[in-house]
């Protein structure tokens, strides 16, 4: 099992462009975020998660450079879940946890193979 976190600033994420918000997020992301009362907040989270994603995967020899190729969402159940939408060839099993307060985001991630 390997691990990854990552912290940001939410305000880094306030007024982004579209050009910016289209390179990082999924369409399902930006619908999500987009739609909340403060979605810098949600914008902020799921990038830590993207990142906590590819630090989780460089142990296993994995590079996902194209932060829009992984996917945050959540389930039926409201948990925050990954799915990666580049093609690789291992199965990973990703657990993931995702917080933010009014100044900072953060989220941590578990990937087995």
């Known amino acids: 099992m390997t ?3 990552d912290i940001e600033e939410i305000s880094r994420f306030k007024n982004k462009s579209d ?3 289209k390179r990082i997020f999924t369409a ?3 619908e999500y975020c987009l739609k909340c009362s403060k ?3 949600h914008l902020a989270v799921r990038f830590c998660a993207k990142e906590a994603v590819i630090k989780a995967l460089t142990p296993l020899n994995i590079n996902i450079a194209e932060y829009n190729m992984i996917e945050i969402f959540h389930d039926k159940n409201n948990c925050p879940k990954v799915r990666i939408l580049k093609q690789i060839n ?3 099993d990703f657990e993931l946890s995702l917080s933010h307060d009014r100044t900072k985001a953060i989220a941590f991630v578990t990937a087995k193979v």
């Open 90 to 92: 291992k199965k990973i």
């Open 39 to 41: 979605p810098e907040s």
């Open 28 to 30: 399902l992301e930006l």
């Open 19 to 21: 050009k910016f918000l």
């Open 3 to 5: 691990i990854g976190v």
